[in-house]
């Protein structure tokens, strides 16, 4: 019988990470989705493409929310991505012209939207549209909206191939950039869903700085104290930027500090990760379930964390000490 309800509860378990589908279907009918290339919905679209020496293919209404979009195909030169999209990693271009190349197809249609001073952007085709020109092409297809409010939210629609905490990090902090000066007096905190966390506009501030910062080291400190703020954007952006450059006086500090530790004959990978541990004033704080309040304000916490390092004795460490950072290490792994 025990043997029984172990299994049963197994079974429970593993079930609940499934995915169900919905019993009520949502969404369009077929004969809602398609719609003329003429319709007032799409024709200035249309009109734009044409102005830019393109040409509209069709229209239709997205099935979930019915959101109009023109499918079209545009010179290279007409399209440009967003001033905040993470930098090109000349590696991926070459690599994605060569698969298009021996596939002789490109498949997957950029998004654009109508940007700053009617430009056409795209928010997440910038690696597929240098592809495009390191093969020649004289025009690629996309998928425009009339929305521009579309390109501050493909970071989160972005999780089949997610970016890494710098480049996801120098997204948002170029994004919020941007939105300060087109949304004046807009809130860190009504922006939320296209920031999609505090720490990652710090973060960002910290990397414009310092490409090479260890931000992983960082990243659940700052998760635990950093919160988006009621103050407007602009107001909000030079705080961070305070922040960032009182986190790199820190990682200098735990430079040294590794520094120290290896002069003593210390060779762990996880110093850093250890010594960013030891001086981590929120280390052992767990918050109450549905609290989401910090433990104390991220300036409050910085401080602590600086004098945490500059009072860490570098004879307190011994083996056994890094070895459990490294347990913990390959568990998070």
């Known amino acids: 019988m025990a043997a029984r309800r172990k299994t049963a509860a197994s079974t429970a378990r593993r079930s609940r990470g499934k995915l169900a589908p919905r019993r009520e279907t949502r969404g369009l009918e077929a004969t809602q989705v398609a719609i003329p290339i003429d319709s007032p919905e799409v024709a200035e679209l249309a009109a734009l493409v044409r102005t830019a020496g393109g040409a509209p293919i069709g229209a239709y209404h997205e099935p979930l929310g019915g959101r109009s979009l023109l499918l079209a195909s545009l010179p290279l030169a007409a399209v440009q991505p967003t001033p905040f999209q993470r930098d090109l990693s000349p590696t991926h271009t070459r690599r994605l012209a060569q698969k298009i190349e021996e596939t002789a197809a490109f498949l997957d249609p950029l998004i654009v939207v109508r940007g700053e001073d009617g430009k056409l952007w795209t928010p997440n085709g910038r690696h597929r549209l240098a592809a495009a020109k390191v093969l020649g092409l004289k025009q690629i297809t996309a ?31 170029r994004m919020a950039r941007s939105l300060a000066k087109r949304r004046k007096g807009a809130t860190e905190s009504a922006l939320a869903a296209e920031f999609e966390s505090a720490e990652l506009l710090t973060l960002g501030a910290v990397y414009e700085r310092s490409s090479r910062f260890a931000g992983g080291a960082y990243s659940a400190f700052l998760k635990k104290v950093d919160r988006f703020s009621e103050r407007p954007l602009a107001t909000s952006l030079r705080e961070r930027e305070d922040h960032a450059s009182r986190l790199l006086e820190i990682d200098a500090q735990v430079k040294r500090l590794i520094a120290g530790l290896q002069a003593r004959g210390f060779k762990s990978p996880y110093l850093r990760n250890y010594v960013v541990a030891r001086i981590n004033p929120v280390r052992f704080h767990k918050p109450k379930k549905g609290d989401t309040r910090p ?29 459990w950072v490294a347990v913990g290490a390959a568990a998070q792994e």
């Open 143 to 173: 998928l425009i909206s009339p929305e521009d409010a579309l390109a501050y939210r493909i970071l989160a629609l972005n999780t089949e191939k997610a970016h890494n905490l710098r480049d996801r990090s120098l997204e948002v902090i």
């Open 295 to 323: 433990p104390m304000p991220l300036s409050q916490a910085l401080t602590r964390m600086a004098a945490a390092a500059r009072a860490f004795k570098l004879e307190s460490v011994s083996n056994a000490d890094l070895a």
